[in-house]
T-cell receptor
């Protein structure tokens, strides 16, 4: 089991472009979480998805950010019209069930840099 | 509000010295707390959680509800313990972790 796979590891975009970050959960995991880490800060929860459903998006900015976890394929975090403040490390995690019972496994993250 | 505070950005000790990484939390109700570790060039991984009351790699952490703390301790630090350590609390709804800013532990020979 390769664990949670995120790609790309590094992504550079110019202001105004779109950024697409991908996350393939561990085999057998149907729960996916996205976190953002700004420099010198801890990971901040963004969104929690189960297959084809957004369960909790309370940490997502209201505009330009969206996430999906289709029936087939990886989860995608999409940032439209990127700005400098979007520069951060974006981490994906997955679990088999609720976090009170199941551990959360993290990917290596995607480092997004905005020029 | 649910919050986790790790007051030290960097903790520097010599090999063999005791280590205590501080973590304080703000949460009403019964919290579930965790310590995650990230070694150089590796992904974030769970070190321990308070409900399992276990010792991993010589580390222990005790939940002190009176002081709202969950400090991570090890009696004798090793060089391989050098890493970033994050304290986290399970948020309401059990569908997200709330992380502290992290403490970098540097263990010198």
């Amino acid at each position: 089991n390769a664990g949670v796979m995120q790609n790309p590891r590094h992504l550079v975009r110019r202001r105004g472009q779109e950024a697409r970050l991908r996350c393939s959960p561990m085999k057998g995991h149907s729960h996916v979480y996205w976190y953002r880490q700004l420099p010198e800060e801890g990971l901040k929860f963004m969104v929690y998805l189960q297959k084809e459903n957004i369960i909790d998006e309370s940490g997502m900015p209201k505009e330009r950010f969206s996430a999906e976890f289709p029936k087939e394929g990886p989860s995608i975090l999409r940032i439209q019209q990127v700005v400098r403040g979007d520069s951060a490390a974006y981490f994906c995690a997955s679990s088999t069930g609720q976090l009170s019972n199941q551990p959360q496994h993290f990917g290596d993250g995607t480092r997004l840099s905005i020029l | 509000a649910q919050r986790v505070t790790q007051p030290e950005k960097l903790l520097s000790v010599f090999k063999g010295a005791p280590v205590e990484l501080k973590c304080n939390y703000s949460y009403s109700g019964s919290p579930e707390l965790f310590w995650y570790v990230q070694y150089s060039r590796q992904r974030l991984q769970l070190l321990l959680r308070h409900i399992s009351r276990e010792s991993i790699k010589g580390f222990t952490a005790d939940l002190n509800k009176g002081e709202t703390s969950f400090h991570l301790k090890k009696p004798f630090a090793q060089e391989e313990d050098s890493a970033m350590y994050y304290c986290a609390i399970l948020g309401r709804g059990y569908n997200k972790l709330i992380f502290g800013a992290g403490t970098r532990l540097a263990v010198h020979p």
